[in-house]
């Protein structure tokens, strides 16, 4: 199942999108939304030098009602409002993708992480494409589950020697007796082992290598 992280470009003609361009160094993080048909409430937390500004900024919009201040502290504030404008969420509620929270918003664009199927993360390029959000896929990764990338014995094998101390150092535990313990030839336990061993490091250094070149290319969207 692939995980994707966005970057998505607020309108300048949505009002989420003006306040953070007129205020780039305040930094919203988006703690939870509801969205329903004509409305929607966040609860935000807003962090910026020039706080008082950014909430009543925020307050003076016509697209916001029932803005509450919840806490304070120093350079960073917990809001809960209503919005008569929810159209950046209206992408997801259409693809059905959950989105992660928290997300970031700052200086006019926002931050996704998204894990779904193919098909719905499709589905939400076309909605955003649809209302006009341009966007940029910063990376995508392929999540194996263990039942996929293991089978049942490797599986078993492995998860046993880890409970025996297989892997501590010193070991608690050697090849002969685990293999005894699972009823298995040490040959056989040896090789098993070596083949559940090799496919979870060459998984794991597929991801480390992903995560540190991106994953893959920049896919501009809604352009």
Known sequence: MPRATLTI????DLWIGSITREYPEARF???SAFPGEESAVGLVEITAPDLAAVVGALD???ETEQLNLLRRHEDTALVQFETTDP??????????VPLEMPFEMRDGSASWAITTTQDRLAALGEQLDAFGIAYTVREIRYHLE???????RQRTLLQRAV???YYDTPRDCTLTELAELEGLA???CSETLHR????VIKTFLADEAGAETGGTDDVDGGR
């Open 29 to 31: 993080d988006v703690l």
């Open 196 to 199: 559940a061993e090799g496919k």
């Open 87 to 96: 159209t950046l969420l209206f992408p997801i509620v259409g693809s059905g």
């Open 163 to 165: 409970a025996e101390g």
């Open 60 to 62: 003076e919009v016509p």
């Open 186 to 188: 040490k040959s056989t």
């Open 9 to 12: 470009d607020l309108p300048s």
């Open 146 to 152: 263990p039942e996929q990338l293991l089978t049942e």
